[in-house]
């Protein structure tokens, strides 16, 4: 595997129009080596068409995207540039495992041992003479893995990788990621689920209707979305978010017991409970997790919502 400039991903000015839909919109954003970058955003917000443009499915309508400093269609032989998961369901049912990625390899001049280590690695060692067809979701999710690991590049693509696997599973696809970008790989994951970036991922680019909402590093989005929280736990719920509402804070139910209060400081809804005679258990500094991140991010740009309920009630 080479690493260094070649494990890069930079995507400049991308546009992609299909009519009057603007799918993707003067988007730009880099993936540097040795890191997991989380690539999120609502349903329909461009993902998975920025991610096609990368590898040169979709062409760009202006801009351009680069693998190692070259547009992907100029590689030679891409799976030794690039590994790339989209869709688990793009292989044939009928052929088995091992084939699949004996033919693969063939294509681009790869040695028949890597088929075996990558089946190794991904935990189909006892699977590689099954056919495709036979394969549960988080199967084939693996074998599309080990297609994606087949060439040992610097430089992976994973669309959706935990979708169909079991809690293990998510668990082993955690780990690979944070070991393949050890090694100096560059790796872009798209996920719906922030759960399964939270702790993996080093930086997260966020986008919604096609356009750039953030690029920056994970803990810099969580040390913003927590900045000036208070977490309260307190028996009597309804009294004190009414107390510290009127005292001006912003006021927000997280748990049958829990409130988040921004807009006082810690001090001061101390001081005002006491006054009240509202009972709790704890104050502390607020921890954003990644999910609460990721929606203050994104809540202008959902295409679509559930209706609040609790206010039509």
Do not use: C, I
């Given at each position: 595997m080479d690493t260094g400039t070649d494990a890069t991903i930079e995507v400049r000015g991308l546009t992609?129009?299909?009519?009057?839909?603007?799918?993707?919109?003067?988007?730009?954003?880099?993936?540097?080596?040795?890191?997991?970058?989380g690539f999120v955003g609502p349903n329909g917000a461009g993902k998975s068409t920025t991610m096609r443009m990368i590898l040169g499915l979709d062409a760009p309508d202006?801009?351009?995207?680069?693998?190692?400093?070259?547009?992907?269609?100029?590689?030679?032989?891409?799976?030794?540039?690039?590994?790339?998961l989209l869709d688990a369901e793009a292989v044939h049912h009928g052929r088995r495992a091992r084939d699949h990625l004996l033919w693969?390899?063939?294509?681009?001049?790869?040695?028949?041992?890597r088929v075996d280590e990558v089946i190794e690695l991904v935990g189909l060692a006892g699977a590689g003479r099954r056919r495709a067809g036979a394969f549960s979701l988080g199967m084939r999710q693996r074998l599309g893995i080990a297609a994606a690991l087949l060439g040992d590049p610097a430089v992976l693509l994973l669309d959706e990788p935990a979708n169909g696997l079991d809690p293990e599973g998510i668990r082993w696809i955690r780990g690979l990621l944070r070991s393949l970008a050890a090694e100096g790989r560059a790796v872009?994951?798209?996920?719906?689920?922030?759960?399964?970036?939270?702790?993996?991922?080093?930086?997260?680019?966020?986008i919604g209707r096609g356009r750039l909402v953030a690029d920056a590093p994970v803990r810099e989005l969580l040390a913003a979305a927590s900045a000036d929280r208070v977490a309260l736990r307190?028996?009597?719920?309804?009294?004190?978010?009414?107390?510290?509402?009127?005292?001006?804070?912003?006021v927000a139910a997280t748990d049958r017991d829990a409130v988040t209060v921004s807009g006082l400081p810690a001090e001061r809804v101390v001081e005002l409970l006491g006054a009240h005679g509202v009972p709790f258990s704890e104050v502390s500094a607020h921890r954003a997790s990644l999910e609460?991140?990721?929606?203050?991010?994104t809540r202008d740009d959902v295409?679509?919502?559930?209706?609040?309920?609790?206010?039509r009630a």
């Open positions: 992609k129009r299909y009519g009057r839909t603007v799918a993707v919109e003067d988007l730009s954003f880099a993936v540097a080596p040795g890191t997991v970058t202006a801009g351009e995207a680069l693998v190692g400093g070259r547009p992907y269609r100029e590689l030679a032989t891409p799976l030794r540039r690039v590994g790339a693969m390899a063939h294509s681009n001049a790869l040695p028949e041992r872009l994951v798209s996920s719906h689920l922030m759960g399964e970036l939270e702790g993996t991922a080093d930086h997260l680019v966020v307190t028996g009597e719920r309804s009294r004190a978010m009414t107390v510290l509402a009127n005292a001006g804070a912003v609460e991140a990721y929606m203050e991010l295409e679509f919502g559930a209706g609040d309920t609790a206010a």
